[in-house]
């Protein structure tokens, strides 16, 4: 079987990143006999500079015909002052509308070898923590209605409805279920249910969904307490599904534990098996060109997309199995080294990597 993939380096380090991942994708690919086909296209600034738009047209039609999509990061500068519609960050959001991307999935990981890069305590780290956030991208209270009106008495007022239909609901948490089947079978469900009746609405309809996922154990938790329980013992999480707010606010708390924003990979996911993988981090042109980028984050982004567009799991395990080896081995980028360690650049730990998988 053929794999077609297309990759958008973008801009920054995205290039750099993604040139040490697709390194890796090929590594895999020897090792257990998979064909990829792999297409380049332009996305953000790039595509700025050679075709004026910062998504051609061609771009996206390459991504539907793709079976999954690697982006690196867009973004820098020099495209800062163009009208908002026309920047690099636009060219990702218009990518992500196009592809009908509802599901996103942000691993929260942390190797025994990284512990100290958290600001957790190593007693409630114990033996690393591995956190799957799973948040619904396109409905909820950024998309649902807004506005503002004049009172009588005391001035502007203005709104955001939050609305989930069950649909959306259901499709959210059987991206969760399935994912949670992946892993270690738990599912925390996060809502708001004591206060809003959306939440009452999420709670059931993802209650019903857990009947068909006997194999995975289910509960529910208000929100305020989840961001809570997240510092105090994080151990208890496999996978957390919610709501795009909340999920915008616990991904980002769930990250930070973990310490390094190189080390975190993302997958957005739409129906059937297609999806969109790209490092969480952005296009850090404050190190751009330099080989001091760690490429693991994109690195961890294709092994995602080997488990969840491809289900190669095997594939998917090589690729995280590597990255610990060469963590363990003492090997670190300079945005996660610590005393006793062995700086490398961006080239050397790609091929650590692959040599890591190939070996
Ligand atoms: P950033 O993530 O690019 O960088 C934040 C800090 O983290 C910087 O100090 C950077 O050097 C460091 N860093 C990031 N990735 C790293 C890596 N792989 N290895 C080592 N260090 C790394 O965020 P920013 O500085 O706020 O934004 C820079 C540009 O990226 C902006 O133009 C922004 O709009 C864009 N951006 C793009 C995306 C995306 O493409 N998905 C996401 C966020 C920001």
Redesign the pocket.
């Known amino acids: 079987m053929k794999y077609d993939i297309a990759v958008l380096p ?5 290039p750099e ?1 993604t040139e040490e991942a697709l390194g890796v994708l090929e590594a895999v690919g020897k090792k257990f006999g998979l064909e990829f086909s792999i297409k380049k296209a332009l996305l ?2 790039c595509a700025i500079d050679a075709t004026g738009h910062p998504l051609p047209p061609e771009t996206l039609e390459l991504c539907r015909s793709s079976s999954a999509v690697l ?7 020099k ?2 002052n163009l009208p908002g519609n026309m ?3 636009a060219g ?1 959001l218009g990518i992500r509308a196009g592809l009908g991307l509802f599901a996103n999935l942000r691993p929260a990981v942390i190797y025994p070898a990284l512990k100290d890069a958290s600001p957790l305590r190593s007693d409630i780290i114990k033996d690393g923590i591995d956190i799957l956030v799973v948040r619904e991208l396109t409905g909820g209270m950024y998309f649902g209605k807004k506005g503002r009106y004049e009172t009588e008495n005391e001035g502007t007022a203005a709104f955001d409805t939050e609305v989930y239909s069950t649909q959306e609901i259901r499709r959210i948490a059987r991206v969760a279920f399935e994912a949670a089947r992946k892993r270690k079978k738990k599912v925390t469900s996060v809502d708001k249910a004591n206060v809003l009746e959306s939440s009452r609405l999420w709670r059931e309809v993802v209650t019903v969904v857990a009947k068909d996922y006997p194999d995975v154990e289910l509960n529910h938790m208000y929100v305020d307490n989840a961001a809570m329980q997240l510092i105090r013992c994080p151990e208890q999480f496999d996978v957390i599904v919610t709501s795009n707010m909340f999920g915008d606010i616990l991904s980002d708390e769930a990250s930070m534990i973990t310490g ?3 080390m975190l990979p993302s997958a957005s996911l739409g129906d059937g098996t297609f999806g969109l993988y ?10 751009a060109g330099q080989d ?7 690195i961890l982004s294709v092994g995602m997309m080997m488990k969840y567009s491809f289900g190669l799991d095997d594939a998917a395990k090589e690729i995280e199995d590597a990255v610990s080896k060469v963590l363990e081995k003492g090997y670190r ?4 080294a610590s005393e006793g360690t062995r700086i490398v650049g ?1 080239k050397e730990m790609g091929r650590l990597i692959r040599e890591a998988i190939s070996g």
Do not use: F, M, Q
Not at 278 to 287: L, Q
Not at 292 to 298: D, L, Q, S, Y
Not at 333 to 336: G, H, K, N, R, S
């Open positions: 973008g801009d920054g380090i995205g990143v953000g600034g982006l690196g990061a867009v973004g820098g500068a495209w800062d920047r690099p960050e990702l390094s924003i190189g790209e490092p969480v981090h952005g296009s850090a042109p404050d190190i001091k980028a760690n490429p693991i984050a994109t980028t300079a945005d996660i961006t």
